[in-house]
């Protein structure tokens, strides 16, 4: 019999930069575990009455393939979670959390109720996002301005330099928005975007030089010391297609 296979869907959301998704998983045995690479994003999930926080990663991640619940989430980009959450991004770095750990219990509570009982769930977790955005205002414009620099490829040096902040202050805000400092953010941002050009089809070596990385050592370095692998076993292995928590044709990260 074929084997049934994870339904991932994911859409741009109303808020800016974020992405809604899903994944329907269906009651099949366990399938092998798979690695979730570091992307700088932070994602709110609902999976089976439950409500997570997935923090910002340094390193890959496993998914535990026992772990059959369908999710319906937000994935903020990188400095967005921490304005909404009001905790700041390396008190959650490299964990799973509770949002009842970081909320009020009864806040959640009703919460996770109400998605629980809606018609669509990713679609009641967006319209939650979207009215904390509203009451918490949006993120400081200046680590978007980091984010967005480094994202493009633009040197920590030069990003500072723009900025207008001196490499302490710049290491000690990146820390509370991303959950790590910009020479982490810069890298996890190359290697993804290597990858993206590596799915196009380009060899590694022309996608490696492409994303900033000095040749294809380099890049071969990075993916083994951020992801925990080589490129020809991430992307024989399909995880090219699960760069997440859960597989998404897009590259991008999701979390569960």
Wanted: glycine letters at 8%.
């Amino acid at each position: 019999m074929p084997r049934e296979h994870q339904r991932y869907q994911e859409r741009p959301s109303r808020l800016d930069g974020a992405v809604v998704w899903t994944l329907d998983v269906p009651p099949c045995p366990p399938q092998a575990a798979r690695s979730v690479l570091p992307d700088g994003c932070m994602d709110l999930i609902w999976s089976a009455g439950r409500l997570v926080v997935a923090g910002p990663d340094t390193h890959a991640f496993q998914v535990d393939p026992r772990d059959r619940a369908s999710r319906a989430a937000i994935r903020f980009p990188p400095g967005t979670a921490p304005v909404l959450l009001g905790v700041p991004a390396h008190e959650l770095r490299d964990h799973r959390v509770e949002l009842a750990d970081l909320w009020p219990r009864a806040a959640v509570r009703e919460l996770t109720g109400r998605i629980d009982r809606a018609a669509d769930p990713a679609t009641a977790l967006e319209e939650f996002a979207l009215g904390l955005a509203a009451a918490t205002g949006p993120p400081d414009p200046l680590t978007a301005a980091v984010a967005d620099r480094l994202r493009r490829g633009g040197s920590v040096a030069a990003t500072a330099a723009e900025v207008g902040l001196g490499a302490r202050q710049l290491h000690r805000r990146s820390l509370a928005a991303f959950g790590y400092g910009p020479k982490v953010l810069a890298r996890i941002l190359r290697l993804q975007r290597a990858l993206a050009l590596v799915r196009t089809g380009l060899p590694y070596a022309e996608a490696a030089c492409a994303a900033g990385c000095v040749d294809q050592a380099h890049l071969a370095r990075e993916m083994r010391d951020l992801a925990g692998t080589t490129l020809g076993a991430y992307f024989s292995a399909g995880d090219a297609e699960a760069n997440s928590d859960t597989p998404q044709p897009s590259g991008s990260r999701t979390t569960a």
